[in-house]
């Protein structure tokens, strides 16, 4: 039996946050949602996360800015970024800064399962 990675998602809509939560959980997946980066940086959950699923536009900061905060303190964690407001200028700066997956919300089950094995190495 192969141990299905634990995935953080960090998007303070509720219902993106609670669907891909659920849907992660139902594929066998550890999976746990958090409104705020901060609440997610607060966590226990840090240093067991295998990838991070986070909204490009947040209130307070962005899933690019937490991505840059992780690595910056030397706890890098392979970032796919969720948008429904997609920008060009946003996903090239993503990519460049080490970010392998851009979505656009809606995404499919299978973009999003394909890019959790791309960046879990699963």
């Known amino acids: ?3 299905k990675p634990s995935i953080a998602i ?12 659920g849907l992660l ?3 066998g997946f550890i999976a746990k949602g958090f409104a705020t980066p901060e609440e997610f940086l607060k966590s ?3 240093k067991i996360t295998s990838c991070l699923i986070a909204d490009v536009q947040m209130p307070d900061t962005s899933g690019l800015a937490l991505f840059g905060r992780l690595t910056a303190a030397g706890t890098p964690i ?3 970024l969720i948008t429904a407001y997609p920008d060009e200028d946003v996903r090239a700066r993503a990519l460049s800064a080490g970010i392998k997956h851009y979505l656009i919300k ?3 089950e299978a973009d ?3 890019a959790i094995d791309d960046v879990t190495g699963h």
């Open 1 to 3: 039996m192969t141990i």
């Open 10 to 21: 960090v998007d303070d809509d509720e219902s993106v946050r609670e669907t891909t939560t």
């Open 25 to 27: 959980r139902s594929l």
């Open 44 to 46: 226990n959950r840090l």
């Open 78 to 80: 392979p970032t796919i």
């Open 106 to 108: 809606p995404f499919s």
């Open 112 to 114: 999003l399962i394909a």
